[in-house]
C-alpha cells in the first residue's frame, strides 16, 4: 500500500468518526425522555426502589424518612451494534461524500435506538415475565393489580381499551388518583400521549383540538386541550398499532431506565494503529472494502409503573 493511500484511509476513519458523531447528537429523539439515564459500571446493575420521595409534612417529632422497598430490579447490559460497508476506491478516489451520506444513516439509526428500545420495553410490559423482566412488585408492568402497603390495588392498564376521548380521560384521572405508599397522593401530571402512526390524527385531536364530539354528537369544549404532547413512535405498528402510553416525564423519575455502560462509539475494520496500518489487512487486501460501524452497551428495564398508564385494545 503506498503511503498516499495509506494517508487517505487514515484520514477517512477520522471524518466519518467526527461525521458520526455530529449527526448522534443533532438526532431528536422523543421517545427517549420515557426514560431516565443511570451510568452502569458492571455487568448487571440492582437497582433498590424507595419508591417516590414522601411529601413534606410537619415536622412535630421525628422526621418523616421514605420507605424502601425489599424489591431490586436486575438489569443486565447487552451488545448492540450495526455497520456498513465502505469500497476502497471510494475512499482512495475522494468520494467521501457518497460514503457519508451512509455515514449519516448509520448515525441517525443509532441516535434512535435509545427511544427504540424504550418503546420495545413498553410493548412488552403488557406480559408477564416478559423479554424485559417484571415491575418491581412482581407484576406485568402495566397491570391492574399493583399493590403498595398503605393502598391495596392500583392501576396503570386499560385492558381491552382503544385510545378514544374518554379512554384519555379516564386514564388522567387514574393516574391523578395514584397513591404512595405511605397512602399520600403522588400528584401525578400526565403530560405525553404515546401512540404509533395510525393513531397519530386521533391522538392530536384528543390533545389539540378546541371542539370535540359530546356524548350527543354535539360540539363541545375541549377541556383537556394543552394537557399533554403527543410522540409518534414507528414501533407502534402492526399489531401494536392501536397500543398507547399516557405518561408523566415533568419529573425526575422516569417510567423506564436507560442503563449506558459504554455510549456509542464508532469502529472501523481494518482499524488503524498509532501510526494507522491498513497494509496489513487480509480483507482489504482480499475484498478491497472496509467496515465502519457503530457499537454501545447498555440496556434499559422498568422503573415506577405509576409514572405511565398503558393502554391496548
Known amino acids: 500500500m503506498g503511503l498516499l493511500e495509506q494517508q ?15 449527526v448522534l447528537v443533532g438526532v431528536d429523539d422523543p421517545a427517549r425522555a420515557v426514560a431516565m439515564t443511570i451510568p452502569s459500571t458492571t455487568d448487571t446493575e440492582e ?18 424518612i421514605g420507605k424502601r422497598r425489599l424489591e431490586q430490579i436486575r438489569i443486565k447490559n447487552k451488545d448492540f451494534a450495526n455497520g456498513i460497508r465502505l469500497k476502497r ?21 443509532a441516535g434512535l435506538h435509545y427511544g427504540d428500545l424504550t418503546v420495545q420495553a413498553l410493548i412488552a410490559g403488557f406480559i408477564l415475565d416478559g423479554a424485559f423482566g417484571n415491575a418491581y412488585d412482581g407484576k406485568a408492568f ?10 391495596g390495588a392500583q392501576s396503570n392498564l386499560s385492558a381491552g381499551t382503544a385510545l378514544s376521548q374518554i379512554a384519555y380521560d379516564a386514564a388522567r384521572a387514574t393516574m391523578q388518583g395514584l397513591f404512595d405508599i405511605a397512602g399520600d397522593p403522588l400528584s401525578i401530571r400526565p403530560n405525553f400521549l404515546i401512540v404509533g402512526p395510525t393513531n397519530e390524527r386521533l391522538a392530536l385531536e384528543i390533545t389539540q383540538s378546541n371542539v370535540i364530539a359530546g356524548p350527543a354528537g ?3 369544549t375541549n377541556v383537556f386541550r394543552g394537557t399533554a404532547s403527543v410522540i409518534i413512535s414507528p414501533r407502534l405498528v402492526g399489531a401494536d398499532a392501536g397500543t ?6 415533568s419529573r425526575a423519575v422516569r417510567p423506564i431506565i436507560l442503563q449506558i455502560r459504554e455510549a456509542i462509539t464508532t469502529a472501523m475494520l481494518p482499524a488503524s494503529g498509532s501510526p494507522s496500518d491498513f497494509s496489513g489487512s487480509e480483507r482489504l487486501f482480499m ?18 409503573w405509576q409514572f405511565i398508564h398503558g393502554g391496548k385494545p
Open 287 to 304: 475484498k478491497k472494502d472496509l467496515l465502519f460501524g457503530a457499537q454501545g452497551q447498555h440496556a434499559v428495564g422498568f422503573a415506577l
Open 8 to 22: 487517505k484511509l487514515d484520514r477517512a476513519q477520522t471524518a466519518f468518526s467526527t461525521r458520526f458523531n455530529g
Open 47 to 64: 437497582h433498590d426502589w424507595l419508591n417516590a420521595a414522601p411529601s413534606l409534612t410537619e415536622w412535630v417529632d421525628e422526621r418523616k
Open 142 to 151: 402495566f397491570a391492574v393489580d399493583h399493590e403498595d402497603e398503605a393502598e
Open 218 to 220: 354535539e360540539s363541545i
Open 244 to 249: 398507547w402510553f399516557l405518561a408523566d416525564l
Open 89 to 109: 476506491n471510494d475512499i482512495v478516489n475522494d468520494r467521501i461524500g457518497v460514503i457519508g451520506v451512509q455515514v449519516d444513516d448509520l448515525a441517525e439509526k
